[in-house]
């Protein structure tokens, strides 16, 4: 289908035994089609050669195209995951005047300030805030696909999950993304064997890098007590987990006996600052 405009490279010359490269490899997708695709589809991509009209070679690649709310896997979209954590969302709005209104209750400041207080007990309380008023939506757990975190899958975005009150670990992962982002703090995916959890920095840090595969550099961030992590689906549980307790629960996945089950940390700040802006 035509999910991206025909273009042409025009080669002056090639002579016997050259090869060039060409360096303007830019093509032109076509976003309305794309943002149409409600599933995915298979496409076909077809690279012609020819002189002065005439057609000397033809080659054809197959090409899968995602549904508009798909995450492709590690394997091909790891630094896009960070696009599917959508904090102007407005069911992130709605979630964040939730936790704002108990931080009050609780002869606390309502105010979502980030890390401007310099205190990593804040950042905390506004991390456990967070988490108190997603569990009040009282959503039920969706099994997701196997093997999701390198085949990928749809993505829920906050205001499906608000309304149909139903959601995979990974649709809860970035749920809380989003509402800690938009809180002012950096979140954390971290991806498992067929399983998704969230963290928040209690300090402005990030990763060192975007994608982080070793799961070392992350249990150094928690055991320096700058990385809160915990387990997202503990809000499906009747009652809900307390966030005291998904943090256990997800501590015992970061197990160094556990180690094979890692398969990923995703920095949201780090890539938003690589350009992965929100969907």
């Known amino acids: 289908p035509p999910f991206f405009r025909p273009k042409t490279w025009t080669i002056d010359r090639v002579l016997a035994g050259d ?16 943002a149409g695709l409600d599933e995915a589809e298979r496409g076909e991509i077809t690279l012609r050669l020819s002189a002065r009209g005439e057609p000397l070679s033809e080659e054809h690649i197959e090409v899968r195209l995602l549904a508009r709310d798909e995450w492709g896997g590690v394997d091909d979209m790891a630094q ?19 936790a704002a209104d108990q931080l009050a209750r609780h002869g606390r400041s309502s105010a979502l300030d980030g890390y401007q207080s310099g205190d990593p007990n804040r950042s905390f309380v506004l991390v456990a805030a967070i988490y108190s008023a997603i569990a ?6 969706a099994q997701p696909p196997a093997s999701f975190e390198h085949r990928g899958q749809k993505i829920r975005r906050p205001t499906t999950v ?61 055991a320096s007590r700058e990385l809160v992590l915990f387990e997202t689906t503990g809000v499906t549980h009747r009652p809900p987990m307390m966030i005291q307790a998904a943090q256990r629960a ?14 990923a940390a995703i920095d949201v700040q780090r890539a938003r600052s690589g350009g992965i802006t929100p969907l």
């Open 250 to 263: 997800l501590a015992q996945r970061l197990d160094e006996e556990q180690e094979g089950q890692f398969v």
């Open 162 to 222: 608000e309304t149909e009150r139903l959601a995979t670990c990974l649709d809860t992962s970035l749920l809380f993304a989003a509402a800690i982002e938009a809180s002012g703090l950096h979140p954390v995916v971290l991806l498992f064997r067929d399983h998704a959890a969230v963290g928040a920095w209690l300090t402005p840090r990030t990763l060192s890098r975007a994608i982080e595969p070793d799961a070392m550099e992350v249990r150094k961030a928690l």
């Open 80 to 98: 896009l995951l960070p696009a599917f954590v959508m904090p102007n969302d407005p069911a992130v709005g709605r979630i964040l005047k939730v």
């Open 136 to 141: 009040g939506l009282r959503l039920h757990y």
């Open 19 to 34: 090869a060039i490269s060409l360096s303007d490899r830019k093509i032109e997708l076509d976003a309305a089609y794309l």
